[in-house]
């Protein structure tokens, strides 16, 4: 099996990799050859260097996707996007990866012809959502984004649905949760604060609070991330139904709750390092952002996240911080 | 003020224009200028020669948008757009036409800059819809199109609903239902019939009903169709939100009662004009239409349709037949 990730070089993507290079499997079949491609160049993994293309390209440039398609990838995560602060603030580049990327990559497929048909996986965001909300948003609620990346990613999943209708590929667009807690530096994602709270105290760290702690949001962690998106892809056709496009489950708690795991498990003198300083502009976003998922189709599909946010805590510190803490 | 109609040469683009020259104003304002546009050349409407410029372009064709807001037009009607049949026929050209003309409209729009910001009436359609549904479909129902041109719908309305929320312009997207009585000759929409059963019978010719008379569906008559756009136009962004792709209202009936209203109306000799011929295609993309809609929204927006069938077949017949019936 051929397995080719677009934006193998953001932080999903580089797990993801991780993942299926340890598995060298997904589900029964053998994983033979994988293709990563990214905007900058994505590393090379370790113990799987003959049968990996690593390519640093823009998927929305003329050509790019046709190349990424050369060797005809059974199974596509398309994970390649740039993120919801950015997509705000630079409206072009924000259409530019995140809708012609997309739509790059399915024509592509369709050029191929000849009876290709390959799976494909998106990532796509529980941004496609927008304030005033139901108690429970269910499966059904209409998209109604308030963020121009929320926009592109619903864009984006109707494409996907469109040409899966029409038989070009086998799609499934898993809308995340907000991952959490993600490792490394903060990006520019207005959600990034929901891992700072997290992830800078743990390291010994000031972190930045712009929200205030009554703000509800539902959250996975990265390795929940990655379980969906290997999930989707064992997923049939039939399983999927006509509406391949899933709200992810995960954990819905409060800012307050959150700080409340990271004192359970981390101790008051890690959780004081939280600063707050409301930031408008965030405030603003996040208060159009959905709080609770029904996610009735993801559960009765298989999906599983974690149950309490301090099983989210105790992810980050085994898979990023080799189960240490710093007091 | 100055008034753009993209697809001035369709159907309602030729009654829209007609209904604004005829007025000669838009709510309290004066048009002293139209710009028509359409893949073929409008008419020159008569009696408002001095301020009309009629251009056939394509609107997705580099230059063309930018060109069309040379004058900066103050209320754009954007009714471009080719219909469901060929949008499901030619992946390509329903992309282009329905998708990258307005994505061109947008674009144009926001190139302008120096505080344009013109009021933009975008006609979607109920097929951004796609069945399961509810009883009725609620306003905040989620879109899943079964056509691509639904699925183009969707994702102009999306952009619409960005560009607006950015203020770049002042959108509102109005979700048509079937228009039936459509006068003329038939189109490649897959919804002609409904129009077909009523109209050809009245003109004294035989009709082809290629689905069951069971088949439920909801329809309002070009004039309402006019006036939803007309009443769009008039709408503040206060009285829309940010919500502003909306659901209209129609006369919600089964095929049998359409054949019930015209037998009523004119006779039962004029209804057996109508001959029963399934077709699979059509029956399959009508099955996933949608059947009735609550449409709260448009109702408490001041949005009106007819109130039964026997109306919109009684305005086919004082718009189109001059009052008169072939017996």
């Not at 139901?134 to 926009?151: C, K, Q, R």
Request: with cysteine; net charge neutral.
């Amino acid at each position: 099996m051929h397995v080719l990730i677009t934006g193998a070089a953001g932080m999903i993507g580089r797990k993801l990799t991780d993942r299926l290079v340890i598995d060298r499997a997904l589900g029964d079949h053998i994983i033979e050859k994988l293709t990563l491609i990214d905007i900058v160049q994505p590393t090379r993994p370790a113990g799987f260097s003959d049968h990996v293309k690593t390519r640093a390209a823009d998927l929305a440039a003329p050509g790019v996707a046709a190349k990424a398609l050369e060797e005809r990838p059974d199974v596509i995560f398309h994970l390649a996007g740039v993120v919801s602060g950015e997509a705000e603030t630079d409206l072009e580049k924000g259409y530019h990866v995140n809708l012609d990327g997309t739509r790059a990559l399915l024509e592509a497929i369709r050029a191929v012809g000849d009876g290709y048909k390959p799976k494909a996986i998106f990532t796509s965001s529980i941004a496609v959502f927008g304030a005033p909300f139901p108690h429970a948003i269910p499966d059904e609620f209409h998209l109604t984004p308030l963020t121009s990346y929320g926009t592109q990613k619903a864009m984006s999943e109707l494409m996907l649905s469109d040409y899966t209708r029409r038989g070009i590929l086998d799609g499934v667009g898993i809308r995340l949760p907000t991952i959490c807690v993600r490792p490394g530096k903060p990006n520019k994602a207005a959600s990034g604060f929901f891992s700072s709270i997290i992830r800078e105290p743990l390291a010994g760290q000031e972190a930045v609070l712009p929200v205030a702690d009554t703000v509800r949001h539902t959250h996975a962690s990265p390795r929940s991330a990655v379980g969906f998106l290997l999930h989707a892809a064992e997923l049939t056709r039939e399983q999927l139904g006509p509406r391949i496009n899933l709200s992810m489950p995960g954990v819905c708690c409060t800012v307050a709750e959150q700080i409340d795991s990271l004192t359970r498990i981390a101790g008051s003198k890690v959780a004081a390092r939280i600063r707050r300083e409301p930031d408008a502009l965030v405030v603003r976003i996040v208060s159009g952002w959905p709080e609770r998922f029904e996610a009735k189709r993801a559960a009765a599909l298989g999906f599983t996240a974690e149950a309490t946010f301090d099983d989210i805590v105790r992810v980050h510190i085994d898979d990023e911080l080799g189960g240490k803490i710093a007091n």
